[in-house]
């Protein structure tokens, strides 16, 4: 019997690692988060979602839609309108304190922990228990949780104050809450709420309505007569966002990217072949970087997910074959849907940012192919030492990338090995509970990485309490960890000027200012500039 401590330990280390790092760069300028950091003070601080008044004091962003004479967020309003309450709250307890309204830094700070990072703890929590229903192992339970929740794109965006990992939290609540087939049917209120959150998603990144066409259709395969209620609940989100989209644009329809002010970036949203919104033909370039590629692709930085495209195939073989089919068409979808964006690259960023919302399914997929093993006990050894070892290697890439330098110039085909890595050796560290503590460089993330570790050992060596059985398991999964991180360190071109380049320029506005005697690079800056003021044709974050 397992104690709550025990059971929820995993969960406590992704909390520890949502709250240790802080990577704010506040010259990067960094348009996917400023533009939202902008809207939720303008209306805290002015009453309005015009950003002219707060551009006035906190100086110019990007990503911006024109509408008449006003300035309005060129994103998805879902994370904005998170985020009100607690700038609010934040705004009125520096008051009460004398304090003037909280600057940029104190303003993201909050913004990130209060509407980005708990929210995803709160659902990670309940991921933790619907994903132990399935497996039935608390090792596996531990792997899945701390692979999801800092092993994936659920973590870059997840300490950052952008709506990518709201959406995907969102629409996998909306499933949790919705029933298998063949199970009793649950209240209408929890099938309304399973609708509420499913639309929800679309409200925090309008890329995710593809997934929730597809959740909508699963629900009503397993609910039939009682779809009515999903429906319901679905409707009000739906309503109003378009309600949000007719005061500022006109009609319930017109998205953000019809009116953006920088007309580089409509350029790209508007080509000539494409026929909807930024989409047109694929981009066959798109196919192996977005799912490969150590640069962007989600199967490079999150390698466990393998697991779950495995898991997904078995349950359309085996069963169970609509949860199987549900898992493979988000997957497949998103994919499809990123392969024909005319910027599917997303900018300087960590992954395939924009298809973030199919992640939670895939993990579910890998907890699935687990459970089919039942049973069988090699063939769930061997699956355990393989999710130990995926998911060791998936944090790896993902904890050092988001905790770091969460926004990789597209110079690099390795980023992680030839910036992450070289500005940690050369005393380039983020702010983070280390330097609250008084350290400096890499040796400020020690803290991080040891709860990192130590949660790692909670599940790598499976549920047998034999030492020889755990000893065994935990080597076969660290040898294989090794044997990918290795190879990937070896991935990659050799170094050029357009890399030296963009490393001097991320170095040149680093923050904290750097505390060792390890000289910096010195290259000449970067060809573009993320955010202020970008040249005709540069990509958007």
């Given at each position: 019997?397992?104690?709550p401590?025990?059971?929820?330990?995993?969960?406590?280390?992704?909390?520890?690692?949502?709250?240790?790092?802080?990577?704010?760069?506040?010259?990067?300028?960094?348009?996917n988060?400023?533009?939202?950091?902008?809207?939720?003070?303008?209306?805290?601080?002015?009453?309005?979602?015009?950003l002219?008044?707060?551009?006035?004091?906190?100086?110019?962003?990007n990503?911006?839609?024109?509408?008449?004479?006003?300035?309005?967020?060129?994103?998805?309003?879902?994370?904005?309108?998170?985020?009100?309450p607690?700038?609010?709250?934040?705004?009125?307890?520096?008051?009460?304190?004398?304090?003037?309204?909280?600057?940029?830094?104190?303003?993201?700070?909050?913004?990130?922990?209060?509407?980005?990072?708990?929210?995803?703890?709160?659902?990670?929590?309940?991921?933790?228990?619907?994903?132990?229903?399935?497996?039935?192992?608390?090792?596996?339970?531990?792997?899945?949780?701390?692979?999801?929740?800092?092993?994936?794109?659920?973590?870059?965006?997840?300490i950052?104050?952008?709506?990518?990992?709201?959406?995907?939290?969102?629409?996998?609540?909306?499933?949790?809450?919705?029933?298998?087939?063949?199970?009793?049917?649950?209240?209408?209120?929890r099938?309304?709420?399973?609708?509420?959150?499913?639309?929800?998603s679309?409200?925090?990144?309008y890329?995710?309505?593809?997934?929730?066409?597809?959740?909508?259709?699963?629900?009503?395969?397993?609910?039939r007569?009682?779809?009515?209620?999903?429906?319901?609940?679905?409707?009000l989100?739906?309503l109003?966002?378009?309600?949000?989209?007719?005061?500022?644009?006109?009609r319930?329809?017109?998205f953000?990217?019809?009116?953006?002010?920088?007309?580089?970036?409509?350029?790209?949203?508007?080509?000539?072949?494409?026929?909807?919104?930024?989409?047109?033909k694929?981009?066959?370039?798109?196919v192996?970087?977005?799912?490969?590629?150590?640069?962007?692709?989600?199967?490079?930085?999150?390698?466990?997910?393998?697991?779950?495209v495995?898991?997904?195939?078995?349950?359309?073989?085996?069963?169970p074959?609509?949860?199987?089919?549900?898992?493979l068409a988000?997957?497949?979808?998103?994919?499809?849907?990123?392969?024909?964006?005319?910027?599917?690259r997303?900018?300087?960023?960590?992954?395939?940012r924009?298809?973030?919302?199919?992640?939670?399914?895939?993990?579910?997929?890998?907890?699935?192919?687990?459970?089919?093993?039942?049973?069988?006990?090699?063939?769930?050894?061997a699956?355990?030492?393989?999710l130990?070892?995926?998911?060791?290697?998936?944090?790896?890439m993902?904890?050092?990338?988001?905790?770091?330098?969460?926004?990789?110039?597209?110079?690099?085909?390795?980023?992680?090995?030839?910036?992450?890595?070289p500005?940690?050796?050369?005393?380039?560290?983020?702010?983070?509970?280390?330097?609250?503590l008084?350290?400096?460089?890499?040796?400020?993330?020690?803290?991080?990485?040891?709860?990192?570790?130590?949660?790692?050992?909670?599940?790598?060596?499976?549920?047998?309490?034999?030492?020889?059985?755990?000893?065994?398991?935990?080597?076969?999964?660290?040898?294989?960890?090794?044997?990918?991180i290795?190879?990937?360190?070896?991935?990659?071109?050799?170094?050029s000027?357009?890399?030296?380049?963009?490393?001097?320029?991320?170095?040149?506005?680093?923050?904290?200012?750097?505390?060792?005697?390890?000289?910096?690079?010195?290259?000449?800056?970067?060809?573009?500039?993320?955010?202020?003021?970008?040249?005709?044709?540069?990509?958007?974050?």
């Amino acid at each position: 019997m397992e104690t709550p401590l025990r059971r929820n330990a995993a969960w406590l280390v992704v909390a520890i690692a949502y709250v240790s790092a802080f990577p704010y760069f506040e010259k990067l300028n960094n348009p996917n988060e400023n533009v939202r950091v902008w809207a939720a003070r303008a209306v805290v601080q002015h009453g309005e979602l015009n950003l002219g008044k707060v551009m006035a004091e906190w100086g110019y962003v990007n990503d911006k839609a024109i509408s008449g004479k006003m300035l309005f967020s060129g994103k998805a309003p879902g994370t904005t309108f998170l985020g009100v309450p607690v700038l609010y709250a934040q705004t009125k307890l520096w008051k009460l304190l004398g304090w003037n309204p909280p600057s940029k830094l104190g303003a993201t700070l909050a913004l990130r922990v209060g509407s980005v990072a708990l929210p995803l703890l709160i659902f990670l929590w309940f991921f933790a228990r619907h994903i132990e229903r399935i497996v039935k192992s608390p090792a596996v339970r531990d792997l899945l949780v701390l692979g999801l929740g800092v092993g994936t794109l659920m973590y870059p965006y997840g300490i950052t104050f952008v709506g990518h990992a709201q959406a995907a939290a969102a629409a996998y609540t909306g499933f949790m809450l919705l029933p298998a087939r063949g199970e009793p049917p649950p209240s209408r209120a929890r099938l309304q709420w399973a609708g509420v959150c499913v639309a929800l998603s679309v409200v925090f990144e309008y890329q995710a309505a593809l997934v929730a066409v597809l959740l909508g259709a699963y629900a009503a395969a397993v609910l039939r007569r009682r779809w009515g209620w999903f429906l319901l609940g679905a409707s009000l989100p739906a309503l109003l966002l378009g309600a949000y989209h007719t005061a500022l644009f006109g009609r319930p329809w017109d998205f953000p990217y019809a009116h953006l002010e920088n007309t580089g970036f409509a350029q790209l949203w508007y080509q000539k072949d494409n026929w909807f919104i930024g989409l047109g033909k694929v981009h066959s370039s798109a196919v192996a970087v977005t799912t490969f590629a150590p640069s962007y692709g989600l199967f490079a930085f999150s390698p466990f997910l393998l697991l779950g495209v495995a898991g997904a195939i078995a349950a359309i073989i085996k069963g169970p074959r609509l949860q199987g089919a549900l898992m493979l068409a988000i997957a497949a979808a998103m994919f499809a849907f990123l392969w024909r964006m005319s910027n599917w690259r997303g900018g300087w960023c960590v992954g395939p940012r924009y298809i973030a919302a199919a992640v939670p399914f895939l993990a579910w997929g890998a907890g699935l192919l687990y459970a089919r093993c039942r049973g069988r006990p090699r063939a769930r050894s061997a699956v355990a030492v393989a999710l130990g070892g995926l998911v060791a290697v998936s944090i790896f890439m993902n904890a050092l990338s988001a905790t770091v330098y969460p926004h990789y110039p597209e110079q690099f085909d390795n980023p992680l090995f030839d910036l992450t890595i070289p500005l940690l050796a050369s005393g380039y560290a983020p702010y983070s509970l280390g330097t609250l503590l008084g350290l400096h460089g890499a040796v400020s993330l020690a803290p991080l990485g040891l709860v990192l570790v130590l949660g790692l050992a909670l599940g790598m060596g499976g549920d047998d309490d034999r030492p020889r059985r755990w000893v065994s398991q935990t080597s076969g999964a660290v040898l294989l960890a090794s044997t990918i991180i290795l190879a990937l360190a070896k991935y990659g071109r050799a170094p050029s000027r357009a890399e030296d380049g963009a490393r001097g320029f991320v170095e040149s506005y680093w923050e904290p200012r750097r505390r060792v005697d390890t000289p910096p690079s010195f290259a000449p800056p970067a060809p573009a500039v993320p955010g202020a003021a970008p040249p005709p044709g540069s990509k958007p974050r």
